[in-house]
């Protein structure tokens, strides 16, 4: 997306013979069409923003070609020219914030010269060997920016120590560096349906910086000893100890490393763990929603083969998931204990896979195409058979909750400015639950029971995750606030000077004050691509079967009760609509289809 594209084109199709339009004005009118176009005019009010002087321009050139002057018509002539394309209209608050979605000719050098000529390890001498481990990195085949992998390390009398490994970007990313900078300006990465804007150049986040299968990287690792209940061991928290004595009684160590990781899916994962489960006499046999034994049996063998083009063993990789399975099993079960969100609701909502792809990239990803003459094709499924119930997202989950729990402790410890998170439970009407379903209805409660989340440079109870501390650590190549913390944790490693200390005066540290900024903007920046490109989902559907219908499950209500709230099970997605006349009741199996206008009705 350009938001001041340079106007080539005729913004009038029928010119009269004696027009002859002034260049600069007709330069000015698209930069100030662009700018309009960006405005959403749509009901969500929460994404409208001020107006500027270029929109009264814009709505002027725009009243020249006899259209009206709103941002609307801005976005239809821009389209209509060629100038934009619908991925455009999909990301309009990041465009109008000016969110870059390319990288300068000097940034993408600076990558490639950071490629070819990496900077000396500033923690060489003290970066940990961890490459013995086996590390597992368990993700999305289509991820790229790999960032995390997890370990099991087996101690003296039958104990064992839980790793997580983060790709350590700062050991390349120097601070106030171009690189530096521009991370921070654009503040993390951005996930849409129609791709991502990455918060680093690509040929760095899945290159030098990621943890690589097969590769050896560098990483910031997290050793933590849990109790067999699944918290945090009592025990000194710290840097790796040259005593081995020291270290096997530390709960939480906190080092420099390199490790090289084993990367697996999380269908692979989950169909070696039921296979697992199954030989060990257990009951877990199905896909959850269902599935063949033909349709698992290729999904072992895919894990296996890649298992064995990486150098792995089947033996010790099955070994290692089953204790990364009991230990996250554990933990979820001590969150409980501790009042998470869970504790009101053990099942989550379905993760939704939208994808925008232009015609033919879609076919690529077995995307259903439907020949629109936009060009564009858009899928809307549930993100995986397991998204829900499958043990390979829970290791992933506990593991990441864990790290950020032990890296909040090491900072406690330390006395440490970091921007711990932190979130408050409304009370609970015990009356009001009983009367809610269990499954999805129960989890829709329990999100309503939830304040938004604090961010503060002292600790804070994280109460939708059942813990005392947490400060966000395990993705550094997509949040800059978390590549800020490894800063700070390294240096004190060091022993060196704080990057981002406590402000003289009072006040925030740098650290605490962008991870506030962070977090609002990419959610509001996703939430209406994802909107934008369901709703044109819908409109296709409609377009291409009038007769399309889902069953969905009413899970709830929004905006006092103006919009009903449902599970679509065969998209994945809860989705709303204005609420009828008669109200739906809570847990009730409707069926639904989608309108013209890409909203959906009650058939």
Known sequence: PNPNPNPNPNPNPNPSPNSNPNPNKVRDGFEALARLGCRCDGPDKRD???????????????????????????????????????SDEAMLPMLRQRVPNAFSEELVEAARQL??????????????????????????????????????????????????????????????????????????????????????????????????????ACALSFGIMLHSDGGIAEGAVGGWDDSEAANSKAAVIVTTSRVRATRLSYAHVDALLRRAAREAGGAEAEFEGGGSAEGEALVVAAAEAALEAQGVGLVEAVETLVRLKQMSAARLQWRIEGQSMESLAPRSLPDTQVK????????????????????????????????????????????????????ARYGMQANLPLPFRGQCMKPVDEEALKAVPDGPCRTWFAIGCMYPMSISPKPLPHEGLGIDEYAQTTSPIRRYSDLMVHRQLKAHLRGGALPYPTKEGGGDSLIVTVAKEAGGASRKYERHANDFWIAEFLRRRYRADRSAAWEALVIGERMRGELTMVLVHELGAVLSFESPSTPLAIGETIRVAPTAAGELSVV
């Open 48 to 86: 409208m923003d001020e107006p500027e002087a270029a929109d009264a321009v814009a709505a002027r050139f725009l009243q020249s070609l006899e259209r009206k002057g709103t941002p609307a018509a801005a976005r239809q002539l821009l389209l209509q020219l060629g100038l934009w394309e619908l």
């Open 115 to 216: 490629n070819d000529s990496p900077p000396a390890d500033e923690d060489e001498a003290t970066r940990r060997d961890l490459t013995g481990m086996l590390s597992l990195a368990i993700d999305d085949p289509s991820t790229q920016e790999v960032d995390d992998a997890v370990s099991i390390e087996m101690l003296e009398g039958g104990k064992q120590r839980l790793w997580v490994h983060i790709a350590d970007a700062t050991r390349y990313i120097t601070g106030g560096s171009a690189l530096d900078n521009e991370a921070q300006r654009r503040l993390s990465s951005i996930y849409v349906p129609s791709g991502v804007v990455p918060m680093l150049p690509l040929s760095l986040g899945a290159g030098l910086l990621s943890l690589r299968p097969g590769v050896e």
């Open 356 to 407: 925008a792809r232009r015609l033919g990239e879609a076919a690529a990803e077995g995307a259903e195409e439907v020949p629109f003459e936009d060009g564009w094709s858009v899928m809307v499924r549930p993100e995986g058979g397991d998204s829900v119930t499958g043990e390979a997202r829970l290791i992933v989950t506990e593991a990441m909750v864990v790290c950020s729990e032990a890296a």
